[in-house]
C-alpha cells in the first residue's frame, strides 16, 4: 500500500495548525549579563515569547485538511 504525499503532508500541517492554535506561542528562556564588574558577574535568567498569531494555525489546519481532502480523492480516482 503506497502512501500519497499529499496526504502525508495535510496530516503534518494539521498537527502544526492544532499546536499552533493550542500554544499560541513559543517560549524560551534567555541569560542575560546583569552585573560585571571586574571578577564579580551577575547575570539573570528572562523568560520570552515569540507569539504566533492564530490565523497561521487556522490556515496550517485548513490547508492540511485540503491537502488531506484532495490527496485521498486523487488516490481513490486512480486505483478505481
Not at 499560541?24 to 528562556?29: A, C, R, W
Not at 571586574?38 to 523568560?47: D, S
Not at 520570552?48 to 496550517?60: C, D, E, S
Amino acid at each position: 500500500m503506497r502512501v500519497n504525499s499529499m496526504v502525508v503532508i495535510g496530516v503534518v500541517l494539521i498537527i502544526i495548525g492544532v499546536a499552533a492554535l493550542a500554544y499560541q506561542g513559543i517560549t524560551y528562556t534567555s541569560r542575560e549579563k546583569v552585573l560585571d564588574v571586574g571578577p564579580i558577574e551577575a547575570t539573570a535568567e528572562k523568560e520570552k515569547t515569540i507569539p504566533i498569531p492564530p490565523i497561521i494555525g487556522g490556515v496550517a489546519l485548513a490547508g492540511g485538511l485540503l491537502m488531506v481532502f484532495v490527496g485521498a480523492r486523487k488516490r481513490r480516482s486512480v486505483t478505481v
